[in-house]
């Protein structure tokens, strides 16, 4: 199943009436990297009355937790983890620390504050497409490997690396359902004079 995540942590900060909106964002894998994660921002910035707290951790959003942390119920973290989930992450959490400022903004007015805190540590990473491929080499002679090459110019297929020995072998990177698909196009194409061996999985991450 493919997701999108970043690829390294980010802040930005908002001020809105004189109040500070700090927005930190990182890439966590485990509902533990994502405790610690808000632990650590709690701890750098503990002279802060407020941090809320939003991540989500499986790309179905099964995974997934807000924090208000104090502040009236739905005006922070909910407001996070919606900018999170329209923004289709995964495996990142967000904790948007508020320095109050002396005006009070209402719920409405603290709960779109918190959001566009969180769109502009979203809008400033960069974003990584991550991938699950199946691993399979496909071994032929070399005078059929022109053939082979040149059929994964026309699909397009990724080409993990090369072995040459007796015969050459390429390793290719599969998305799970075409690779039965795959095997036997290049059974046919090779006119069965070529192996297939099955490697397990590989992620891939991609700038997007």
Known sequence: MSYITIAAP??????????RFIASLAPVETEAAAKEFVAAVKKE???????????????????????????????AGQPVLSVLAKNRLTGVACVVTRY????????????????DAAVLAVNGARRLAVGEYSRLAVTCGYSLYSALESFLRKQE?????TAYGAEVTAEL?????????????????????????DRGMARLAEPI
């Open 173 to 197: 990177l599969l998305e799970p359902e075409k690779l039965e698909k795959v095997r036997g196009e290049l059974t046919d194409l090779l006119m069965g004079r070529v192996s297939f061996e």
């Open 45 to 75: 910035f503990h002279d802060a009355r407020h941090n809320p707290s939003a991540w989500i951790l499986t790309p179905a959003g099964d995974r997934r937790k807000s924090s208000d942390d104090g502040e009236p119920g739905g005006t």
């Open 10 to 19: 980010v802040r930005r900060e908002l001020i809105i009436k004189r109040s």
């Open 157 to 161: 297929l990724r080409l993990a690396g």
């Open 100 to 115: 109050f400022g002396g005006i009070k903004l209402g719920a409405a007015g603290l709960a779109r504050a918190y959001g």
